[in-house]
T-cell receptor, first 114, second 112 residues
Framework: GESVGLHLPTLSVQEGDNSIINCAYS??????FIWYKQESGKGPQFIIDIRSNMDKRQGQRVTVLLNKTVKHLSLQIAATQPGDSAVYFC?????????????FGQGTILTVHP | ETGVTQTPRHLVMGMTNKKSLKCEQHLGHNAMYWYKQSAKKPLELMFV???????ENNSVPSRFSPECPNSSHLFLHLHTLQPEDSALYLC???????????FGSGTRLTVV
């Protein structure tokens, strides 16, 4: 079946650096993508989303880039802080259900060193 | 608070016990989900309810029994669990196609 995967399971960065977390998806019918952040002991929290009619979307310190040609999604975090340390999941909505089923990637562990 | 509340936050139960996990949302969402998350592993979808009807059951053992009495509440009834069932159980809800999920904080379950 279709799946969403991640290139890097772990990422370590220094405080103040920019972080890039990547995600590959295989379902060309997917039209909506989301990044979630999960801190230790908590549930995943929404960070930013993007629809397939866009290539880039910016939030506060975060940017999501979508390359539909190569089916690639990335999350960029500017000036990474220790509080950004968490597991980051990408998710896609390929449609086909009445309830908006998402398919999640395996997650990337981001560790920020002070 | 995310708008999705799960109770209890932590649960320790013996293999012969019966317990229930509860999830509640007042976001006006019409779909609710149970996920299992084991340490450093991907999210595993267990059950999906849409408009209070179960629409997905991903080969989950019968020792897990979901219940959705109304659009705001979702339960996961547990009985005769195994130690490998120890995990973080996450509830989520969503509004419609093309929107994301809102997750609860999860119930950390330990089976002894």
């Amino acid at each position: 079946g279709e799946s969403v995967g991640l290139h890097l399971p772990t990422l370590s960065v220094q405080e103040g650096d920019n972080s890039i977390i990547n995600c590959a998806y295989s379902n060309s019918a997917s039209d909506y993508f989301i990044w979630y952040k999960q801190e230790s002991g908590k549930g995943p929290q929404f960070i930013i989303d993007i629809r397939s009619n866009m290539d880039k979307r910016q939030g506060q310190r975060v940017t999501v880039l979508l390359n539909k040609t190569v089916k690639h999604l990335s999350l960029q975090i500017a000036a990474t802080q220790p509080g950004d340390s968490a597991v980051y999941f990408c998710a896609e909505n390929a449609g086909g259900t009445s309830y908006g089923k998402l398919t999640f990637g395996q997650g990337t562990i981001l560790t920020v060193h002070p | 608070e995310t708008g999705v509340t799960q109770t209890p936050r932590h649960l320790v139960m013996g293999m012969t016990n019966k317990k229930s996990l509860k999830c509640e949302q007042h976001l006006g969402h019409n779909a609710m989900y149970w996920y299992k998350q084991s340490a450093k592993k991907p999210l595993e979808l267990m059950f999906v309810y849409s408009l209070e009807e179960r629409v997905e059951n991903n080969s989950v053992p019968s020792r897990f029994s979901p219940e959705c009495p109304n659009s705001s509440h979702l339960f996961l009834h547990l009985h005769t669990l195994q130690p490998e069932d120890s995990a973080l159980y996450l509830c989520a809800s969503s509004r419609a196609t093309g929107s994301g999920y809102t997750f609860g904080s999860g119930t950390r379950l330990t089976v002894v």
